[in-house]
């Protein structure tokens, strides 16, 4: 593989893409900031083939990052492939509306071949090349400039060991059978709806006892004011106001901005300026929360009682033998909230009731439920049986 290493004018960056356009897939990487902005700072994005791999910094002045940024949203015909990859295309999502597609994550993939729910990149590395990836540049200050070599170094094999590994998974995974097990998630992932960030929908990142529809009102309307405030600063959201004071503030709304001074998590000089007058401007302005924003009620989920917690629980006690004898994680099989709608009654719109996932997990689940499949101890084992089984193995 040839390493051009960093990219640095605009000639060789539209040739770099030109070539990469014609491989079939792309590995991607980036290195950002974000500790102290709203809007994560993109400091590096690495990307490779098999045959070439490169390094390119947005962050140079005249740099068109416009050929890149086609390639990665724009190319139906190359799939990009990423480790863990939520972050990078949220990066992605920001500079364009979109999101790559089509999409391939090596830790998703990793979870449907028995690698557990999130392998690290490291991790992975070492169980597919048998190579230790050297972290000493993990934690760099990568908005400084000039970059150094062994930060380029670091950063360009991210994707030269993922263009290593990608190839060797996806033959693992037509072995197996379970590539076509991955198309939902990837799809999933790619939803451009879960990178939006939605300025009313900001609220439901905020923790509050109680379901009063005024107090949860009045949580979003300082929701969604805490995250006008947050972009237009490019600020972290807690930088604002925590969490807790937004709770706080939405329970207890003062009456009158002086009363922002007695407010534990602000500044006693929010009494008397602008963004304390917004602040108050956000509470006379909202509104009771309807019935159709409310959240679901958290009594162990959706309408579960006390057996249907029970029921619950032995779903996820199936979840975790059947994870195991197919050796793949068990969230890549089913999720909590599903199998605890299933322990409720529901049955419409879950996934593991479609597809693969009812094949190797859905239909036994939904058999516990049902009643024709029970849990025994055989002969010192806890095994699934048919409800007739039990009951002749029990007789005999």
Not at 153 to 181: N, Q
Not at 318 to 329: E, F, G, M, P, Y
Not at 347 to 362: C, M, N, V, Y
Request: glycine fraction near 8%; hydrophobic fraction near 40%; include cysteine.
């Amino acid at each position: 593989m040839h390493i051009h290493g960093l990219i640095e004018d605009n000639a060789a960056l539209a040739n770099l893409c030109t070539r990469l356009a014609q491989s079939p897939f792309v590995c991607v990487d980036t290195e950002f900031m974000r500790e102290s902005t709203f809007w994560p700072e993109l400091c590096l994005i690495q990307i490779a083939d098999t045959n070439e791999a490169a390094a390119i910094d947005p962050m140079l002045p005249g740099i068109d990052m416009q050929p890149l940024l086609d390639l990665l949203v724009n190319n139906e015909d190359v799939l990009k492939v990423f480790h863990a990859g939520g972050q990078d295309i949220e990066i992605i999502y920001n500079l364009t509306s979109k999101t790559p597609h089509p999409l391939f994550d090596t830790q998703i993939a990793a979870m449907a071949l028995g690698q557990g729910e999130q392998i690290g990149y490291s991790n992975l590395v070492d169980s597919w090349l048998g190579i230790q990836v050297d972290k000493g540049a993990r934690f760099t200050d990568w908005a400084r400039r000039p970059l150094e070599d062994r930060q380029v170094d670091y950063a360009i094999g991210d994707v030269t060991h993922l263009a290593r590994i990608f190839p060797k998974m996806l033959e693992r995974l037509k072995t197996t059978g379970r590539g076509a097990w991955l198309d939902q998630e990837m799809e999933r992932i790619a939803d451009p709806a879960n990178y939006a960030n939605d300025p009313d929908l900001a609220w439901k990142r905020v923790r509050i006892a109680g379901r009063k529809p005024d107090v949860l009102g009045r949580l979003k309307s300082l929701a969604r004011w805490r995250e006008m405030e947050a972009r237009g600063k490019n600020l972290p959201r807690g930088r604002i106001v925590k969490d807790e004071t937004l709770a706080d503030l939405a329970s207890h709304p003062p009456k009158k901005q002086a009363d922002l001074a007695r407010v534990r998590g602000l500044s006693a000089t929010w009494a008397g300026n602008d963004i304390g007058a917004r602040l108050m401007a956000a509470i006379a302005d909202a509104k009771p929360m309807t019935g159709d924003e409310m959240p679901p009620r958290d009594d162990r989920k959706p309408g579960l009682g006390k057996d249907g917690s029970l029921v619950a629980d032995l779903l996820k006690l199936l979840l975790k033998i059947r994870s195991r004898d197919i050796d793949v994680a068990s969230r890549l099989l089913a999720r909590s909230e599903e199998l605890e709608a299933l322990a409720a009654g529901h049955r419409d719109g879950l996934s593991i009731l479609e597809g693969w996932r009812f094949d190797q997990f859905g239909r036994d689940a939904l058999d516990l439920v049902e009643g024709r499949l029970a849990f025994a101890v055989i002969n010192g084992k806890l095994r699934m049986t048919r409800t007739e089984e039990a009951a002749s193995a029990t007789a005999g």
